[in-house]
C-alpha cells in the first residue's frame, strides 16, 4: 500500500499549555533535519493540533520511517492513507478498500475510530464509526467487532481531506532536541558514555562531546572510534561539536607527581576542568558523564564527590542508578554496543593504577595536587589552545 502521509503523534508536548506551540515548531524542525537525506521529498507542517509528513511522489518508505524513528519528542508514526473528500459512500468505499489490501487474512477484529474535526461534515464521529463499521462487515463477513480489545483499531479524521490509518509505529519519546538547553557530554570510548548522552539528549539538550587522547599511548583508531559513537550517537541528538583534546602531557605529569593510587581522581579532574571550560565557552548549561554508582573505583560516591569539587557547572549523570546490563541494553537498542567494545584502548584506561583510591578525601587529593603546581596550568592551557574540533553530524 502507498501511504502519502505520516501523521506524527507527540506525548509530553500536549502537556505544554501556552507555551505548546515552541515544543510543536521544533519537533517540526527536528523532523525536517532528520528527513533532509532522505529519499524523496517531504513537506512537514503542523495543523490542527497535529503534525503530519506529506511525501511528494515516490521515496523510500522504510528509511522514512527510521529516521522518523530517532526524532525525540515523538511517540507515534501512523502512515496514512490520505483522500479527498468526495460523499460519505465514497468514503465507505475507500475504507473497505483499505481494510482488503492492509489485511489480507481476514479472521480479525476490529473497531472504528472516528474524529469529525471538520465540524460542517454531515455525520458526527459516532456515525461514522456506526456506518463505516457496518460496511466493513458486510464486505468481509469473517472479520468481527471488539470494542474492548480489537486486533486493529480503524481511525478515521475528517478534516479539508480525509485521513485512514490503523498502524502505530512506536517512536523514541521524550522531548525535541535543543528546547531545553545544550551540555557538555565527556565521550570515552566505552559503552556508558555514548548511552549517557543519548538519555540526556532525549530530554531535549542538545549534545557537545568532549574526547580526551593520549597519543602514543592511544591510537588513532581510538580516536575514529569516538568519532564513529559520536556519529551514531548524533542520529538522535542532531549534529555534535567533538573537542578532541590531547592529554598526553597532563597524564604524564600526574602519573610523574601524584601518588598512584589518586591518579584516576586527579586526571578525572583535570578532565572536568577542561571540559568544563569548552562547555562555559560554547554556552553550555552543564556537564554530562557516563558514570553509574560503584561501577569502578572512580565511582564511588567519595570519588564523586571529589570530581565535582571542581566543577561549577551542574554535572548530569544519567545512569547513576543503572547496573552494566541495563546500560548496555540501551547501548545495543541505539547500535553503539559494537563500536563501544571494539578493542582500543583510550586514556582513561592506560594509566590506571593498580590499587586505585575508592574512598578519596578531597584534601588529601588537593594536597596531592600541589605537586604539580609548577608545570599544571601550562599544560591545562596548551590542551585548551590546541585542541581539535570536528563538526560530526
Known amino acids: 500500500m502507498t501511504f502519502q502521509t505520516f ?35 517531504f513537506s512537514v507542517y503542523k495543523s490542527q493540533a497535529r503534525i503530519y509528513v506529506d511525501c511528494e511522489g515516490d521515496y523510500d518508505y522504510d528509511e522514512t520511517v527510521e529516521s522518523l524513528k530517532r526524532v525525540f519528542g515523538i511517540v507515534g ?64 463477513p469473517e472479520i468481527r467487532v471488539d470494542v474492548h480489545k480489537p486486533d486493529v483499531m480503524l481511525h478515521i479524521e475528517v478534516r479539508n481531506q480525509v485521513y485512514i490509518y490503523s498502524e502505530i509505529i512506536p517512536g523514541p519519546g521524550g522531548m525535541p532536541v535543543g528546547t531545553n538547553g545544550k551540555a557538555m557530554l565527556l565521550l570515552s570510548g566505552g559503552i556508558d558514555s555514548p548511552v549517557a548522552g543519548y538519555m540526556v539528549s532525549k530530554r531535549g539538550v542538545g549534545i557537545e562531546a568532549t574526547y580526551f587522547h593520549a597519543p602514543p599511548y592511544t591510537s588513532e583508531r581510538a580516536k575514529q572510534k569516538v568519532v564513529d559513537l559520536a556519529k551514531l550517537v548524533a542520529k538522535y541528538a542532531g549534529p555534535i561539536k567533538l573537542h578532541v583534546v590531547n592529554f598526553t602531557d597532563i597524564q604524564l605529569y600526574i602519573y610523574d607527581k601524584c601518588p598512584h593510587d589518586e591518579l584516576t581522581i586527579i586526571m578525572r579532574r583535570y578532565m572536568m576542568k577542561i571540559a568544563e571550560h569548552f562547555a562555559k565557552e560554547d554556552g553550555c548549561l552543564g556537564l554530562i558523564t557516563g558514570e553509574s554508582i560503584g561501577q569502578v573505583a572512580s565511582q564511588t560516591m567519595q570519588s564523586l564527590a571529589a570530581t565535582n569539587e571542581v566543577c561549577t557547572l ?61 608545570k599544571i596550568d601550562g599544560l591545562v592551557r596548551q590542551a585548551i589552545e590546541t585542541v581539535e574540533i570536528i563538526e560530526v553530524k
Open 77 to 140: 508514526i501512523c502512515p496514512v492513507v490520505r483522500k479527498e473528500d468526495e460523499g460519505f459512500e465514497k468514503l465507505k468505499d475507500d475504507v473497505v478498500a483499505y481494510m482488503d489490501e492492509m489485511y489480507p487474512d481476514k479472521k480479525i477484529t476490529f473497531k472504528v475510530e472516528a474524529r469529525r474535526a471538520r465540524k460542517t461534515y454531515p455525520l458526527n464521529s459516532m456515525e461514522i464509526n456506526c456506518l463505516v463499521g457496518e460496511a466493513v462487515l458486510e464486505a468481509f
Open 314 to 374: 551542574p554535572v548530569y549523570r544519567p545512569l547513576i542508578g543503572f547496573d552494566k546490563q541495563e546500560i548496555v541494553e540501551v547501548s545495543e537498542k541505539i547500535n553503539t554496543y559494537e563500536t563501544s567494545i571494539q578493542p582500543f584502548e583510550d586514556c582513561c584506561t592506560i594509566f590506571v593504577a593498580k590499587h586505585p583510591v575508592t574512598k578519596p578525601n578531597i584534601n588529601i587529593i588537593k594536597k596531592s595536587e600541589e605537586n604539580l603546581a609548577e
Open 7 to 41: 501523521l506524527i503523534k507527540y506525548g509530553e508536548i500536549g502537556i505544554k499549555g501556552k507555551n505548546r506551540h515552541l515544543f510543536e515548531d521544533a519537533l517540526v524542525r527536528q523532523i525536517r533535519y532528520a528527513l533532509k537525506d532522505v529519499d524523496g521529498e
